[in-house]
Nanobody, 122 residues
Framework: QVQLVESGGGLVQPGGSLRLSCAVSGSIFSINSMGWFRQAPGKERELVASIITIGRPNYADSVKGRFTISRDYARNRVYLQMNSLKPEDTAVYYC????????????????WGQGTLVTVSS
């Protein structure tokens, strides 16, 4: 079974940095895209950044210039480097992957991790 496990969250001062990691494991035929979402207290879940196999990374306007998403294809991992963190970045961050567990379109699915909490506060 496919599993996504996030790590790297924690408490950081405003202006500080954190790097989140997500490891994907299980029976995987191919990975189309990987990304990060977040959900702040009292708000809806939103896309932070995503990256596909062929293409350029996509970022939410609120994090452009501060966050960088990268992908390790050999290890099935995706990272989110977060710099110049702001209190409004406080949220639970979720790893996401769109992948195939088989060769047909019917095997295409979206998977989520359990989330890791990022708190930006003094």
């Amino acid at each position: 079974q496919v599993q996504l496990v996030e790590s790297g969250g924690g408490l950081v001062q405003p202006g500080g940095s954190l790097r989140l990691s997500c490891a994907v494991s299980g029976s995987i035929f191919s990975i189309n895209s990987m990304g990060w979402f977040r959900q702040a207290p009292g708000k809806e879940r939103e896309l932070v950044a995503s990256i596909i196999t062929i293409g350029r990374p996509n970022y939410a306007d609120s994090v452009k210039g501060r966050f960088t998403i990268s992908r390790d294809y050999a290890r099935n991992r995706v990272y989110l480097q977060m710099n110049s963190l702001k209190p409004e970045d406080t949220a639970v961050y979720y790893c996401n992957a769109e992948l195939r567990t088989g060769p047909s379109r019917a095997n295409f699915n979206e998977f989520w991790g359990q989330g890791t909490l990022v708190t930006v506060s003094s």
